[in-house]
């Protein structure tokens, strides 16, 4: 059965304090694995999608980086409106997304 | 602007009534899904479209009905056999190969009174 867990399940961080989020997972296949952010009361943003074993992306403060086994979202030297929930997913065999329950971080200034 | 439009924002629901919950996208996505998300749970997936007039259950389908008469609209009614609707409903939209990313809309926040 496809899996994916996420850990921890809350972090609090001081502003500029470099942390790293877990996602690892357990597929029959990688069809992508996918990093969201989430706030309060509203719908997942798209960050990066990453294919295979060894791939990096990056976005301002945020690095994502996949193994065979898991991902992990490096942030560097955090803001408070880095303040959110991360939600970690892979993509099924019918095409739909399989998620973890998600980190949530908090960046105190 | 493209994107993912999902109506009310708020929804109340009475016993034993049906409502409908409005999903629309100008992406010219040919999937859309509809998902659930409840506190300190995943996002769980309820239906699923590959195509226009086509669709399939997900994982928690019991109490829930689909239509995909347009590529543009997925609604999703919440019965009154959902026993436990109360959720933060989000729908979402990629291109129909495997692997592609889903892209969310804001959400739909259903009560029951």
């Known amino acids: 059965e496809d899996q994916v867990t996420q850990s921890p399940e809350a972090l609090r961080l001081q502003e500029g304090e470099s942390s790293s989020l877990n996602c690892s997972y357990t597929?029959?296949?990688?069809?992508?694995l996918f990093w969201y952010r989430q706030d309060p009361g509203k719908g997942p943003e798209f960050l990066f999608t990453?294919?295979?074993a060894g791939e990096e992306k990056e976005k301002e403060r945020l690095k994502a980086t996949l193994t065979k086994k898991e991902s992990f979202l490096h942030i560097t030297a955090p803001k408070p409106e880095d303040s959110a929930t991360y939600l970690c997913a892979v993509g099924g065999s019918q095409g739909n997304l399989i998620f973890g329950k998600g980190t949530k971080l908090s960046v105190k200034p | 602007d493209g994107g993912i439009t999902q109506s009310p924002k708020y929804l109340f629901r009475k016993e034993g009534q049906n409502v409908t919950l409005s999903c629309e996208q100008n992406l010219n996505h040919d999937a859309m899904y509809w998902y659930r998300q409840d506190p300190g749970q995943g996002l769980r997936l309820i239906y699923y479209?590959?195509?226009?007039?086509?669709?399939q259950k997900g994982d928690i389908a019991e109490g829930y009905s689909v239509s995909r008469e347009k590529k543009e609209s997925f609604p999703l009614t919440v019965t009154s056999a959902q026993k436990n609707p109360t959720a933060f409903y989000l729908c979402a939209s990629s291109f129909k190969r495997t692997g592609e990313t889903q892209y969310f809309g804001p959400g739909t926040r259903l009560l029951v009174l």
């Open positions: 597929v029959s296949g990688l069809r992508g």
């Open positions: 479209s590959q195509i226009v007039n086509d669709f």
């Open positions: 990453l294919y295979s």
